[in-house]
């Protein structure tokens, strides 16, 4: 059976966050059977920073940043038995909401969220958004995190159903390797600079690097060349996710910073958590509501709820504590967040809406 999924982007992590939890789900359906297109424009230079080949586990279609070339791939949604559309697009995500007046009559409709806050509150603020009109009409949305505030909001709205899909970790491709001189550091973080992070950064980050003046920071991510740091913050730029388990696991802890809206909703663990985790380092996270679903706190992760106490736990942290942290939540994730077990989720799901369907067509 076929899936067309119309995303951001697969081939590249290039200031898209999503790549590695599209790659990571869609890589595990394939190896359930599924035939997985996924649909990506030509946009925000992904396709010259990409960090990856075409998979030989989904057909990739790169279509041109252009109307025509929107409405042709939109008219590609009739080949599959189940639709996609993700959130964060970034180009034409209204018009490809279009996806799902081309689906087939028995096929399923899937709105695949990865940043439910935020669409939850543009579709707060706009009454007559086209998402807003179409959620009745639409099978399901999938979230990428959000819990039971998330559910009961896109339930609110006119969804059929919502139904979280975490974000989980791919052990084939993070894991522990050895420590990298490049990212040698006290504190690192991986975060990209944005609007609805940045004050949580200098709250979580940077504040405590001017406290522990004698301890090394890392920071890479993009857009921190012009930003004003203490003298111990070294920046990196972009790291392409060849070098995200070197960058985790070179560092005596590693950081998580939540965006607002993902903070302020909880049950949102960024695919940093699991990425870090995965590779054994020690997690130091903002708190949000929900994180003792996926780790426990003082034993699989530290967590913070200012900038104060990131400061603590660094200052206090030992390499001995640290690793055991770091391993102890990595038997976690391997236990119970993998991108297999989602994956096991997400087929169920399709394959036993599938069926119904067709009975009542054949009946």
């Known amino acids: 059976m076929k899936i067309a999924f119309y995303g951001s982007s697969l081939l590249s992590a290039y200031w898209n966050g999503a790549a590695t939890y599209y790659r990571g789900m869609l890589r595990e359906l394939a190896a359930r059977g599924w035939e997985v297109t996924f649909y990506e424009p030509d946009a925000f230079d992904r396709q ?40 964060g697009v970034g180009v034409f995500d209204n018009e490809l909401l279009a996806v799902f007046d081309h689906a087939r009559p028995d096929a399923l409709t899937a709105y695949w969220d990865v940043d439910a806050p935020a669409t939850l509150a543009e579709l707060r603020a706009e009454p007559d958004h086209p998402l807003r009109r179409d959620l009745p009409n639409i099978d399901m949305v999938l979230t990428y995190g959000g819990g039971p505030p998330v559910i009961e909001a896109y339930e609110a ?15 084939t491709t993070h894991h522990p390797v050895a420590p990298d001189p490049r990212f040698t550091a006290d504190l690192s973080l991986l975060a990209n600079r944005l609007p609805d992070r940045e004050a949580r950064i200098e709250r979580f980050f940077i504040e405590p690097a001017a406290v522990l003046s004698g301890r090394h920071f890392l920071l890479g991510g993009n857009g921190w ?17 060849a070098d995200h388990n070197a960058f985790n696991c070179s560092s005596l802890a590693v950081l998580n910073v939540s965006r607002d809206s993902m903070a302020e909703n909880g049950f949102s663990p960024a695919t940093r958590v699991f990425e870090a985790a995965g590779a054994g380092a020690c997690l130091i996270t903002d708190h949000w509501e929900g994180i003792d679903q996926f780790l426990k706190p003082d034993e699989e992760v530290l967590v913070a709820r200012d900038g ?55 009946a």
């Open 48 to 87: 010259q920073h990409r960090d990856i080949d075409p998979p030989e586990w989904a057909k990739v279609v790169v279509w041109e940043n252009d109307p025509a070339a929107c409405r042709a791939v939109v008219a590609r949604a009739a080949e599959a038995d189940v639709v996609v559309k993700a959130s």
């Open 225 to 241: 060349h012009d930003k004003a740091l203490p003298v111990n913050v070294r920046t990196l730029g972009h790291v392409g996710t």
């Open 308 to 362: 104060q106490e990131v400061a603590e736990h660094l200052a206090a942290l030992t390499p001995g504590r640290a690793r055991a942290i770091g391993d102890a939540a990595r038997r976690r994730v391997l236990a119970d967040h993998t991108y297999a077990q989602r994956a096991d989720e997400a087929d169920a799901l399709f394959r036993s809406m599938l069926a119904a369907r067709r009975e009542r067509s054949a």
């Open 157 to 171: 709205l006119g969804a059929r159903m919502c139904r979280p899909i975490y974000n989980a970790l791919d052990p």
